[in-house]
């Protein structure tokens, strides 16, 4: 079993940047592959970028392709998305995920376990 805790999302104004953090309790985090997944009021849960299991490869959706990067430290249980040069439209739930087996995937029916989300809010 997995839980997988959010944090970093807040208020920012267009161009900003933010840094989201999740967080996993368990063993064996390496052998997690790890998503960000978003979901804006009124439309369907979208794909944002994910990590192998060691990091060594990674994925993103082509809209935030060159502005958002995912890392991860499995030392501290921790996977990390930096946002850069936000817009309007990157509002929304932000939610980490975690999927059994150490190559990512983009279809959120792949992942087993979910956090809560973190609330990202881009001002124009």
């Known amino acids: 079993q997995v839980q997988l805790v959010e944090s970093g999302g807040g208020l920012v104004q267009a161009g900003g940047s933010l840094r989201l953090s999740c967080a996993a309790s368990?063993?064996?985090?390496?052998?997690?592959?790890m998503g960000w997944f978003r979901q804006a009021p009124g439309k369907e849960r979208e794909f944002v970028t994910a990590?192998?299991?060691?990091?060594?490869?990674?994925h993103y959706a082509d809209s935030v392709k060159g502005r958002f990067t995912i890392s991860r430290i499995n030392a501290k249980n921790t996977v990390y998305l930096q946002m850069n040069s936000l817009k309007p439209e990157d509002t929304a739930v932000y939610c980490c995920?975690?999927?059994?087996?150490?190559?990512?995937?983009?279809?959120?029916?792949?992942?087993?376990?979910w956090g809560q989300g973190t609330q990202v809010t881009v001002s124009s």
């Open positions: 995920a975690a999927r059994s087996g150490s190559y990512y995937a983009i279809d959120l029916r792949e992942y087993n376990y």
């Open positions: 990590i192998s299991g060691s990091g060594g490869s990674t």
């Open positions: 368990g063993r064996f985090f390496s052998s997690y592959a």
